[in-house]
């Protein structure tokens, strides 16, 4: 079962044998303890459930490394639509990321684009311009974040990159505009010709 719980969690679980152990994106997986729960227990004339306390030490995986390309360039956050982050992996498989995971600057991915035949390590992540923050303007950082999907922990994905950001109402057709009619391997190779 998964509890979705965080740290200092308590449970009521039934009594019974149980293997737990803990994830965190960011952590190797904890080892797995094997814990028994007894049933109640007398105390005086009233019976009270037993407890068990399980406590784990998660290990931090070091980061992924990781080149973003941020399209389109400079980035109209006045404009109605999408913008997109070319990103290669190193040493990791784009497959691998959570798609569910994806962030920019606390906006969420909304879909990947991924071709492991060509690009097994890049993957394009499409984002809307609305969910940026539309005061920011001028030279802005923007933050990358993702988990990879991995047996032993899901080691964290951190980047930025430093683009110009504008908020100007203008409707010029771009090329980002397009994502949905293409392949990922269409839209990845347009902008390296």
Same mark, same amino acid.
């Given at each position: 079962?998964?509890?979705?719980?965080?740290?200092? !969690?308590? +449970?009521?679980?039934?009594?019974?044998?149980?293997?737990?152990?803990?994830?965190?994106?960011?952590?190797?997986?904890?080892?797995?303890?094997?814990?028994?729960?007894?049933?109640?227990? %007398?105390? +005086?004339?009233?019976?009270?459930p037993s407890s068990v306390n399980v406590n784990f030490d998660l290990q931090s995986i070091d980061p992924v490394k990781a080149k973003?390309?941020?399209?389109? %360039?400079? #980035?109209?956050?006045?404009?109605?639509?999408?913008? !997109?982050?070319?990103?290669?992996?190193?040493?990791? +498989?784009?497959?691998?990321?959570?798609?569910?995971?994806?962030?920019?600057?606390?906006?969420?991915?909304?879909? #990947?684009?991924?071709? !492991?035949?060509?690009?097994?390590?890049?993957?394009?992540?499409?984002?809307?311009? %609305?969910?940026?923050?539309?005061? %920011?303007?001028?030279?802005?950082?923007?933050?990358?974040?993702?988990?990879?999907?991995?047996?032993?922990?899901?080691?964290?994905?951190?980047?930025?990159?430093?683009?110009?950001?504008?908020?100007? +109402?203008?409707?010029?057709?771009? !090329?980002?505009?397009?994502?949905?009619?293409?392949?990922?391997?269409?839209?990845?190779?347009?902008?390296?010709?």
């Amino acid at each position: 079962m998964v509890t979705g719980m965080v740290t200092h !969690a308590e +449970k009521d679980i039934a009594p019974g044998t149980y293997d737990i152990f803990v994830t965190k994106d960011g952590y190797q997986n904890s080892d797995i303890k094997h814990i028994i729960i007894p049933g109640y227990i %007398q105390e +005086k004339s009233r019976c009270s459930p037993s407890s068990v306390n399980v406590n784990f030490d998660l290990q931090s995986i070091d980061p992924v490394k990781a080149k973003v390309l941020i399209l389109p %360039q400079p #980035l109209n956050i006045g404009k109605t639509g999408y913008f !997109a982050a070319i990103i290669t992996l190193k040493g990791e +498989k784009a497959a691998d990321v959570d798609a569910g995971t994806v962030t920019c600057n606390d906006a969420k991915a909304l879909t #990947l684009l991924r071709d !492991a035949k060509w690009f097994p390590q890049t993957f394009v992540a499409i984002f809307s311009r %609305q969910d940026l923050d539309p005061t %920011q303007t001028g030279q802005v950082t923007m933050y990358f974040k993702e988990s990879i999907k991995k047996s032993g922990g899901n080691p964290e994905f951190e980047w930025y990159n430093t683009i110009q950001v504008t908020n100007k +109402k203008t409707t010029a057709k771009e !090329a980002i505009d397009d994502w949905k009619k293409m392949t990922p391997l269409q839209f990845i190779t347009q902008f390296f010709r």
